[in-house]
């Protein structure tokens, strides 16, 4: 694949923490309209990448980047660069899912209302929109005024996957274990809504579980140590591994 049918471009691209350096020169596309699985052992460095490419980490003072991030043709990392809108464009879901104490009607419109939208017609149609994106409308239509808190956790998760959705500019979504903990029916429904989210987006998924990788991500990209160490086809991947190490983790001898 050439870059400029990428969405996203990394080139050696690596991440420290003081002295310790978590990403190793990594350099990879990411296409649009495609779910890339990222898997791979504790402290591979997982996390770390999905915050770089939404620039979290200039949050923690310790933490700096090198090489190139690239979004539709533009550093992320360049000083001109806008790191507002770019939080508007990529959104990011959370493994632990945590609806704020409002209403679901609120917890969806949050960003939007930020963002200063007061149209309560386009709220409304936001609201209905999103939840229906999330798979989660027709559990919570006749209850949009009760608080976000009292549902379930596969249903806050779900309330969480809305709220990023409800954001109008959204381009890439970036989930970090989004069904960890979730019972196996919230977890197909979080996996259903992504495969149609495809469509309208570009999304990279951080999985503990190679299986869900496997039924979901179109490409696999596995990490070792901070290293890239193989990305390709999801299907070949996992079938025809080209590196030891990947066929190792995905056949689950590793460590
Ligand atoms: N803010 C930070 N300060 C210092 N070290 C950090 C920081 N964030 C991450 N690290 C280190 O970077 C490495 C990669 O961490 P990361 O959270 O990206 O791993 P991960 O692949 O997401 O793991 P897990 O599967 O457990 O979530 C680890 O060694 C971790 O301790
Ligand atoms: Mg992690």
Request: aromatic share 6%.
């Amino acid at each position: 694949m050439s870059d400029n049918q990428a969405k996203i471009v990394v080139r050696d691209f690596s991440v420290f923490h003081g002295k310790l350096q978590s990403l190793r020169s990594l350099t990879m596309s990411i296409p649009a309209h495609r779910i890339l699985g990222i898997i791979g052992p504790s402290g591979s460095g997982k996390t770390t990448f999905l915050r770089a490419l939404n620039r979290l980490n200039d949050l923690s003072p310790e933490t700096r980047a090198e090489g190139q991030a690239v979004l539709d043709g533009e550093d992320i990392y360049h000083p001109d660069y806008d790191v507002v809108r770019l939080r508007k464009r990529v959104g990011m879901l959370f493994a632990l899912p945590v609806a704020l104490p409002l209403s679901i009607y609120e917890n969806v419109v949050y960003g939007p209302r930020l963002s200063g939208v007061r149209d309560r017609r386009r709220l409304a149609d936001l609201v209905e929109r999103s939840l229906k994106d999330a798979f989660l409308w027709d559990e919570v239509k006749d209850r949009l005024q009760t608080s976000g808190m009292r549902l379930s956790g596969g249903q806050q998760q779900r309330l969480c996957l809305a709220r990023v959705l409800a954001m109008e500019q959204l381009e890439v979504i970036l989930l970090d274990e989004p069904c960890s903990g979730l019972d196996p029916i919230s977890t197909a429904k979080i996996e259903e809504a992504l495969t149609l989210l495809k469509a309208k987006y570009t999304i990279v998924l951080v999985t503990n579980n190679t299986k869900q990788a496997a039924r979901v991500a179109d490409d696999t990209a596995f990490f070792l140590m901070g290293e890239l160490v193989e990305y390709g086809v999801t299907q070949r991947l996992f079938t025809i591994p080209r590196d030891a190490r990947t066929s190792d983790y995905v056949t689950g001898r590793f460590g």
